[in-house]
C-alpha cells in the first residue's frame, strides 16, 4: 500500500510556479522520496528524487521538510506540457520497489 | 538511447487466445519490471527480473507468464485472460533491481482488452 498522501487534483496557470505536495509521515531516515509524473497516455517518467536537503534538476525542484515528514515538488513556470498525474513516493515496498499512491493530478490553464 | 519500447500497442483478445506483449531496452539496464494499471488507478507492480532471473511475483495469477530471454528483452504470456485483466500494461527497466539510486525508465504500454 502507498504510504504517501497527496491531494487528488491542482490547477495552475500556464508559466506560473506550481507547488505539489507531498505528506509521507511514515518515512525512515534512509528512506528516499521519489517523484514520477504520468503525462496523458503515457508511461510514468522520473522527475526527481532526494533524502534530505533541497534537490533540483531540469525538470523540477524537490524541497524537503526539516522532519521528512513531507516535501513539496515545485514546478517553477508550468507548461501545457506539464499537465500529468504526479506521484509521490516514499518509503518504497519490499525490495526497493516502486508504490504508487493515488497522485495528484495536475491541470495546467493557458 | 534512453528508451524502452512496447509492442504491440493496442491488443484485443478472447478469453480462449494466447498472446505475448514484447518490451525491449537497449541501456544496459540489468532490472526489467511488468506493471499492470486500470483506468483511473496508479501502476501495480506485477513481476520484477533481476540479471535475466524473476525476482519478484506480486501474487499474480499463473495467466499471466513472465519471461526474460535476454538482458534487453522482457515478455509477458497471455492465456486464458478474463474481461477483468482489460488494463495498461507498463513494462520498466532500471540499471539495477530497486529504485534507492537508480530510476525507473517506463515504456509507453500495451492497452490490452480482454473480450
Known amino acids: 500500500d502507498a504510504k504517501t498522501t497527496q491531494p487528488n487534483s491542482m490547477e495552475s496557470n500556464e508559466e506560473e510556479p506550481v507547488h505539489l505536495p507531498c505528506n509521507h509521515s511514515t518515512i525512515s531516515g534512509t528512506d528516499y522520496i521519489h517523484w514520477y509524473r504520468q503525462l496523458p497516455s503515457q508511461g510514468p517518467e522520473y522527475v526527481i528524487h532526494g533524502l534530505t536537503s533541497n534537490v533540483n534538476n531540469r525538470m523540477a525542484s524537490l524541497a524537503i521538510a526539516e522532519d521528512r515528514k513531507s516535501s513539496t515538488l515545485i514546478l517553477h513556470r508550468a507548461t501545457l506540457r506539464d499537465a500529468a498525474v504526479y506521484y509521490c513516493i516514499g518509503p518504497l515496498s519490499a525490495g526497493n520497489m516502486l508504490t504508487f499512491g493515488g497522485g495528484t493530478r495536475l491541470m495546467v490553464k493557458p | 538511447d534512453t528508451e524502452v519500447t512496447q509492442t504491440p500497442k493496442h491488443l484485443v483478445m478472447g478469453m480462449t487466445n494466447k498472446k505475448s506483449l514484447k518490451c525491449e531496452q537497449h541501456?544496459?539496464?540489468?532490472?526489467m519490471y511488468w506493471y499492470k494499471q486500470k483506468a483511473k488507478k496508479p501502476p501495480e507492480l506485477m513481476f520484477v527480473?533481476?540479471?535475466?532471473?524473476?525476482?519478484i511475483n506480486e501474487s499474480v495469477p499463473s495467466r499471466f507468464s513472465p519471461e526474460c530471454p535476454n538482458s534487453s528483452l522482457l515478455n509477458l504470456h497471455l492465456h486464458a485472460l478474463q474481461p477483468e485483466d482489460s488494463a495498461l500494461y507498463l513494462c520498466?527497466?532500471?540499471?539495477?533491481?530497486?529504485?534507492?539510486?537508480?530510476?525507473?525508465?517506463f515504456g509507453p504500454g500495451t492497452r490490452l482488452t480482454v473480450l
Open positions: 541501456m544496459g539496464h540489468r532490472a
Open positions: 520498466a527497466s532500471s540499471l539495477t533491481e530497486g529504485v534507492t539510486y537508480n530510476e525507473q525508465f
Open positions: 527480473y533481476s540479471y535475466e532471473k524473476l525476482s
